[in-house]
């Protein structure tokens, strides 16, 4: 399966930004869409963002849809997700995965560490 590392979390106030990164090994990337999961303290992993393998289509949680944008560099083999306008409620570890629409792939079970972002208020 390919090896995912998220990276470009951190503490941000209410209404600041973040860009999160998450870079994939193996030669099988420009082949799979990509998203981008949270999973806040006591909850459910739940989707953020998704992006299909030639960044042809774009799928966004309600919660998040305005503000979050995904993207993707093949030639990087990474995936990104510009966070604006962040709430205290966007707290949470974000991880990437290849995804299926705005799931990620059935028998996917490679999580990486997942990287923390803390918004106060």
């Known amino acids: 399966q390919v090896q995912l590392v998220e990276s470009g979390g951190g503490l941000v106030q209410a209404g600041g930004s973040l860009r999160l990164s998450c870079a994939a090994s193996g030669r099988s990337f420009s082949s799979y869409g990509m998203g981008w999961f949270r999973q806040a303290p006591g909850k459910e992993r739940e989707f953020v963002a998704a992006i299909s393998c030639g960044s042809g289509n774009t799928y966004y949680a309600d919660s998040v849809k305005g503000p979050f944008t995904i993207s993707r560099d093949n030639a990087k083999n990474t995936v990104y997700l510009q966070m604006n306008s962040l709430k205290p409620e966007d707290t949470a570890v974000y991880y990437c995965?290849?995804?299926?629409?705005?799931?990620?792939?059935?028998?996917?079970?490679?999580w990486g560490q997942g990287t923390q972002v803390t918004v106060s208020s």
């Open positions: 995965a290849p995804t299926i629409g705005r799931a990620a792939r059935t028998g996917f079970t490679s």
